[in-house]
T-cell receptor, first 111, second 111 residues
Framework: NAGVTQTPKFRVLKTGQSMTLLCAQD?????MYWYRQDPGMGLRLIHY???????AKGEVPDGYNVSRLKKQNFLLGLESAAPSQTSVYFC??????????FGPGTRLTVT | SQQGEEDPQALSIQEGENATMNCSYK?????LQWYRQNSGRGLVHLIL?????REKHSGRLRVTLDTSKKSSSLLITASRAADTASYFC???????????FGTGTRLQVTL
């Protein structure tokens, strides 16, 4: 099992550009999450999904959109990147016993 | 806003010593979890304690939960250099559909 994978690992964007981060899990988990982590802070929830075709807002959803067209994939989109979105982004999925499994992260820099 | 607040923010000990980290939270929970993050990596689940449990052990880890004080502690016994990492507590609300992470404790274990 690969667990949770994220693509890409690194990306540099210019202000106003768009991009999509892809998260994939092979554990058949219903719940999936997107977090951002900034220096000195814990993880903050951006959006999450409780199953295929569903999405919900987390703590910091502004400037991001998500889609869960397939159970194994959860996409995070930035339509018009801003320097404030420079961060490390983590995807996670949750098992039936409430444990979350994390991907390796995507380091995004917006200049 | 962060649900969990860890204390201390940073901790430096020598190999073989015990490390204790504390977490306080604000609202009712279904469970509380501890995660470890090595530098530049994704988070790894360590242990989960449910709201009706008071203490739980896993290997060298001991977690306590006091719901009346809304606090938890993580004890790592006989620390090793490999335990050097950041440790985060995370709380799940009664519906348990998502986690809110604290700001973390950076643990440094020196030889």
């Amino acid at each position: 099992n690969a667990g949770v994978t994220q693509t890409p690992k690194f990306r540099v964007l210019k202000t106003g550009q768009s991009m999509t981060l892809l998260c994939a899990q092979d554990m058949n988990h219903e719940y999936m999450y997107w977090y951002r982590q900034d220096p000195g802070m814990g993880l903050r929830l951006i959006h999450y999904s409780v199953g295929e075709g569903t999405t919900a807002k987390g703590e910091v959803p502004d400037g991001y959109n998500v889609s869960r067209l397939k159970k194994q994939n959860f996409l995070l989109g930035l339509e018009s990147a801003a320097p404030s979105q420079t961060s490390v982004y983590f995807c996670a999925s949750m098992s039936g016993n409430y444990e979350q499994y994390f991907g390796p992260g995507t380091r995004l820099t917006v200049t | 806003s962060q649900q969990g607040e860890e204390d201390p923010q940073a901790l430096s000990i020598q190999e073989g010593e015990n490390a204790t980290m504390n977490c306080s939270y604000k609202t009712s929970i279904n469970n509380l979890q501890w995660y470890r993050q090595n530098s530049g990596r994704g988070l790894v689940h360590l242990i989960l304690i449910r709201s009706n449990e008071r203490e739980k052990h896993s290997g060298r880890l001991r977690v306590t939960l006091d719901t009346s004080k809304k606090s938890s502690s993580l004890l790592i016994t006989a620390s090793r250099a490999a335990d050097t990492a950041s440790y985060f507590c995370a709380t799940a609300p009664p519906a348990a559909s998502k986690l809110t992470f604290g700001t973390g404790t950076r643990l440094q274990v020196t030889l």
